[in-house]
């Protein structure tokens, strides 16, 4: 009986951690979903053959706050990033390499959908978002949860195409 409190404050202090590591990255869009950091979060994508979501934003920008404070009430949101690799990338984190730019701009806050397993960037855009030039900005919570439903049902598309494929001697990958 005498180990009793320290096996208890050892579960308790695992609990503890647990839940902080969950929301450890979230920085205001919605501690419930497990967001990764950058290089470690395309790193599980790849490794799960999982699409990755990868939020690119500012800490001073305004339309990011206020799409964070959107996200953050959102249960819809929070279970729909269980299906994704969720990656939050935040002022002098994002990548330089020019993939990451499709449209070549650097308006934030900027959603982009990475398929882990064919590496590439999904087509999917913010529909109805009114900002034809800037078609990877999302200014709502409602607008990201279609996207991320387009984009789970896009990519159980290409990966029955691509067991198809493979079943007929085509091409592994398909173009995106």
Known sequence: ????????????????????KKGQHARGFNAAVDWKLFDKGIQIAENRSQVALVLIHKSWCGACKGLAASVER??????LAEDFVMVNVQDNEEPADERWHPDKA?????VLFYDG????LLNITCENCNAP????????????????K????????????????????????PEL
């Open 1 to 20: 009986m005498r180990g009793f409190p320290l096996i208890s404050l050892a579960c308790i202090s695992l609990c503890v951690l647990c839940h902080c």
């Open 74 to 79: 959102s249960k819809t949101f929070a279970e």
């Open 106 to 110: 650097a308006y934030v806050p900027r």
């Open 117 to 120: 397993r064919t590496h590439q």
């Open 133 to 148: 030039n800037e078609p990877y900005f999302y200014n709502h919570v409602n607008s990201l949860v279609a996207s991320m």
């Open 150 to 173: 387009r984009a789970k049902k896009l990519a159980k598309k290409l990966l029955i195409e691509d067991q198809e494929n493979s079943k007929d001697g085509a091409p592994d990958k």
